[in-house]
């Protein structure tokens, strides 16, 4: 049994942004129950996203929580941008900041705080601070862009996760993100996953509802 019920959170990055608002209520009302946010700086990662006013345009209208997922150089400097519209902030084990400081000032704004790790980096890296978060975001894609095909062997990272929360009687979810449909959806739960971050595969879907039915697992 899963530590966590399965929360699908329909990645915005993969929304027609002109269309905000509605691709919004679209998205909660298939069943999302989170709203994953990825804010790209251009530096950190080879792509620019959106910002803060964008996240606030969205959460004007959410009813369901933000998850805000910081793909920049310096989360330390620019995450009280986005607390009053966020749930969760999550941010890199790699980017140029102290990650103790910032997940317990994300905690100390009143969010709950979450660090990722890319595909090349590592599980030894997030594991001194597995104690101080409330999210592990495994990335199952290079981070970037949308629409890239799952990495299966970020699953033993999910695996390692998950062992090491049992074994040390630990409470934080375990999230994926990258080319998450049904099929890797039920792989990554396998595996110990508890939250799945989808994009494409729920917006491009004919019916978003059923999609986000079938990566939930039901």
Not at 47 to 53: D, V
Not at 64 to 76: A, G, I
């Amino acid at each position: 049994m899963p530590v966590h019920p399965i929360v699908v959170a329909p990645s915005i990055l993969a929304c027609n942004f002109g269309r905000l608002h509605e691709e919004v209520r679209r998205a909660e009302a298939a069943g999302g129950d989170w709203l994953h946010l990825d804010i790209m700086d251009g530096h950190f990662v080879d792509n620019i996203s959106f910002g803060p006013a964008f996240v606030e345009a969205a959460a004007k209208v959410a009813t369901k929580p933000c998850d805000v997922h910081l793909m920049v150089e310096r989360p330390d400097h620019y995450f009280p941008r986005f607390v009053k519209n966020a749930a969760n902030i999550s941010v890199h084990v790699e980017a140029q900041h102290d990650v103790r400081t910032t997940l317990a000032a994300i905690r100390a704004a009143g969010c709950t705080c979450g660090l990722s790790l890319r595909p090349a980096t590592p599980f030894d890296a997030v594991a001194p601070y597995l104690d101080q978060i409330d999210v592990l975001l495994v990335m199952t894609v290079e981070p970037g862009f949308g629409g890239q095909p799952f990495m299966p062997e970020m699953l033993e990272k999910v695996r390692t996760a998950a062992e090491i929360r049992a074994r040390l009687n630990l409470n934080f979810r375990i999230e994926v993100d990258g080319g998450i449909n049904h099929e890797t959806a039920a792989l990554s739960i396998a595996a110990g996953a508890d939250t799945l971050v989808a994009g494409t595969s729920v917006f491009g879907a004919p019916d978003m509802a059923a999609a986000v039915r079938k990566v939930r697992g039901e």
